[in-house]
């Protein structure tokens, strides 16, 4: 499958949290370096994510902000 964000990033499900409604997924880019998302139970059923399976997060956004302390 292709997509036309540019910041497809692979990772690991390192952790799934689920609640009610929207579940958490941890994916672990490399040691140490993680990204979580928030995505509807449903889909996380649907992608069949687990700790273990190969996932990409894909970020698409009109504006980044970055910030220094």
Known sequence: ????????????VKA???G???DEVVLEITP???VVAVIT???AEKLGLEP???AY???KAS???LSVD
């Open 1 to 12: 499958m292709k997509v036309s964000a540019r910041n497809a990033i692979p990772g690991t």
């Open 16 to 18: 799934v949290h689920t």
């Open 20 to 22: 009610a409604v929207n």
């Open 32 to 34: 140490g370096v993680e």
């Open 41 to 43: 139970k449903t889909s």
């Open 52 to 54: 273990g399976k190969k």
């Open 57 to 59: 997060a894909v970020i």
């Open 63 to 65: 504006d980044v902000m």
